[in-house]
């Protein structure tokens, strides 16, 4: 059952993503520390799912749920910021 924490990872690198587009997606602006920190989980965040797939399923079942984790959270990420931008701008 090692899919959703892969899940949770790929979200957290997409969420972290969309914080350095701030002005793209109507975020508030960063600091440059939030910045470097969004950068490392863009980067680091969607190899420790990687690891942790292949960890603990094998190679090949391994990057096949990765990859269905990232598309899964690809989806979910997205409609988290239009459910968000829709929210914001409410009468």
Not at 35 to 53: E, I, K, S, T, Y
């Amino acid at each position: 059952m090692t899919f959703v924490p892969v899940l949770m990872l790929w979200l957290a690198a997409f969420m972290g993503h969309a914080r350095l587009w701030s002005t793209r997606y109507g975020l508030p602006a960063l600091h440059p520390t939030g910045q470097h920190l969004a950068r490392m989980m863009r980067l680091g965040l969607p190899l420790a799912a990687l690891g942790l797939a292949m960890s603990a399923q094998g190679p090949v079942m391994g990057l096949l749920s990765w990859f269905a984790a990232l598309s899964f959270a690809g989806l979910l990420a997205a409609s988290l910021l239009a459910l968000r931008s829709r929210m914001t701008n409410r009468p």
